[in-house]
């Protein structure tokens, strides 16, 4: 059973007669969005498909929690402007557009993932915290959790080391204030009604002191541990994801779960944490450091289906890494595969529902494989008619499907790994060839005269050729395979100039051999 299943299943069985379960997420838009963020709403997007496929309503909803404070300057924010330190405690969704294109800070980089997420062909019902909050919605909620105020202080100081302290208990409030001149957090509660419906605030930054009408007053947000069981119930939440951090003895979910019994009075939805993604050679991401790859940066060179095909793989707690080294043609491999065995009804119940949840389009066709494409297309400048006729030497299709593929071929090489850019030698390698040895010039002699007088080249005949004229039977396999490298080092420095190129059995069928003969003769 696929872990969305077992999820699905636990759903119901908590609450087997509900009409329609919600499945929730939600994402700071702190900086751009990155790709370890969207393990959060693929992770409900997976179970409200498991339970749409045991019969039941289900629900994608997904907030946007831009009514939180600005902590830190993105390093990326930091290179485009300068004094972005001045919006520091201002909601995300008040601060002005760095980029000049949207109407805020938040608004562009919720934009951003929203493009990404339809291109994945996700559509959630979007909660918009800061229209949420300052439309009053929650003001009943609001005023509510302050009246109860001093039993929320007790609860989340079970949770702290520390003893409570019996001033601050009277003291506290569970909010965080914006002040409405400069609309900063800075601000201290010198107090509050026993009712909850006024309190008095004074701004440490400008000054401004205000009593205000809680069911008035549109600047008020809960604090988040008291904020997220006060959405699960305003909008029945069954299921919501977070990081494995949330559900730690003491973490968010935990804390949460007991304001929403004792408070709220409902029970909380069921939770799964979800491991970190990590960008290979640079650790964690984090959108408030701009240390990041963001889903639009993924699916350039990563399908849709693709993406969804990893996220729908791995259980949420696995982690997994995003990197852009030769990995990628491994994964295009072994998607390609399963996709045929899914196509043949050759998998497993598990990764039968691994495809069947991730592919956008079911009856797309089987397309030329990744790595393919990446050893011949750098050599015409990814031009796609080249591309086909290249391809059709050797018996492979090429067609308008394939094109998107091309196109994240050139962005994976261009970007990421301009080293395989690979150009052949404007004219002979002469300085180079005068180094080396007699056997070594004699089996160069052997292949040119083999690929000159070959009217048909197959990249099997090739590659035979290749090692008939390399391998030793005297030698052991190991011995071999080090010959075999020395002598492909031979013939990529002949063609290129460059201890490593194409896979070469194929560029020499494929490639118009009056564009490389005389580099070899």
Not at 169 to 190: I, Q
Not at 202 to 221: A, D, F, P
Not at 495 to 510: E, K, V
């Amino acid at each position: 059973m696929h872990w969305a299943e077992k999820i699905a299943e636990e759903i119901i069985n908590k609450n087997p007669n509900k009409e329609e379960y919600v499945c929730s997420s939600g994402i700071s838009p702190s900086g751009s969005v990155h790709i370890g963020n969207f393990r959060d709403i693929a992770t409900s997007f997976y179970v409200v498909k498991a339970l749409q496929k045991m019969g039941k309503k289900a629900r994608l909803l997904f907030s946007w929690d831009e009514f939180d404070r600005l902590r830190k300057v993105p390093s990326n924010i930091a290179k485009i402007t300068d004094n972005f330190e001045q919006y520091l405690g201002m909601p995300y969704s008040m601060i002005p557009d760095p980029h000049g294109v949207c109407n805020s800070y938040a608004e562009y980089n919720e934009k951003e993932f929203e493009k990404s997420l339809t291109e994945l062909d996700i559509h959630p019902d979007f909660r918009y915290q800061t229209k949420e909050y300052r439309s009053l919605r929650y003001a009943d909620k609001v005023v509510y959790s302050l009246k109860r105020r001093k039993e929320i202080y007790d609860i989340l100081m079970s949770y702290k080391t520390q003893d409570s302290d019996e001033g601050e208990r009277e003291s506290y409030a569970p909010v965080n204030v914006y002040c409405d001149n400069c609309f900063k957090d800075t601000t201290e509660v010198l107090s509050v009604s026993d009712d909850g419906e006024e309190l008095s605030y004074k701004c440490k930054c400008c000054g401004n002191t205000k009593t205000v009408k809680v069911r008035e007053y549109n600047l008020i947000k809960l604090v988040w541990k008291v904020d997220w069981p006060m959405r699960w119930s305003e909008e029945g939440v069954d299921f919501e994801p977070g990081g494995i951090d949330h559900a730690a003895a003491s973490g968010s979910y935990v804390v949460a779960c007991d304001v929403a019994k004792k408070i709220f009075g409902i029970e909380p939805p069921l939770f799964q944490g979800y491991g970190w993604l990590s960008i290979a050679g640079l650790g964690d991401m984090h959108s408030s450091t701009g240390m990041n790859i963001t889903p639009a940066g993924v699916l350039e060179v990563y399908e849709p289906d693709m993406v969804r095909w990893l996220f729908a793989k791995y259980e949420p707690k696995a982690a997994f890494s995003f990197n852009f080294d030769d990995t990628i043609i491994r994964h295009y491999s072994e998607f390609d595969k399963g996709l045929e065995a899914y196509r043949n009804n050759q998998l497993d119940e598990y990764n039968e529902v691994v495809y069947e949840f991730s592919l956008i389009n079911k009856e797309q066709r089987a397309k030329v494989p990744f790595g393919v494409l990446a050893s011949v297309a750098p050599i015409v400048d990814f031009n796609a008619e080249a591309v086909r006729k290249i391809l059709a030497k050797i018996g492979v299709e090429f067609t308008k499907d394939d094109e998107s593929r091309l196109l994240r071929v050139k962005n994976w090489i261009t970007k990421h790994q301009p080293s395989k850019l690979y150009k052949l030698l404007p004219e002979k390698n002469v300085a180079y060839i005068e180094t080396l040895s007699d056997d070594e010039k004699q089996v160069l002699n052997k292949l040119y005269v083999y690929l000159r007088d070959s009217e048909k080249l197959t990249e099997k005949d090739v590659m035979e050729f290749l090692y008939s004229i390399i391998n030793d039977p005297n030698l052991t396999k190991k011995e071999n395979q080090l010959k075999q490298q020395k002598y492909f080092k031979v013939f990529y420095n002949v063609l290129f100039g460059t201890d490593m190129g194409p896979r070469l059995y194929l560029f020499l069928s494929a490639i118009d051999k009056e564009q490389y003969l005389h580099l070899l003769g």
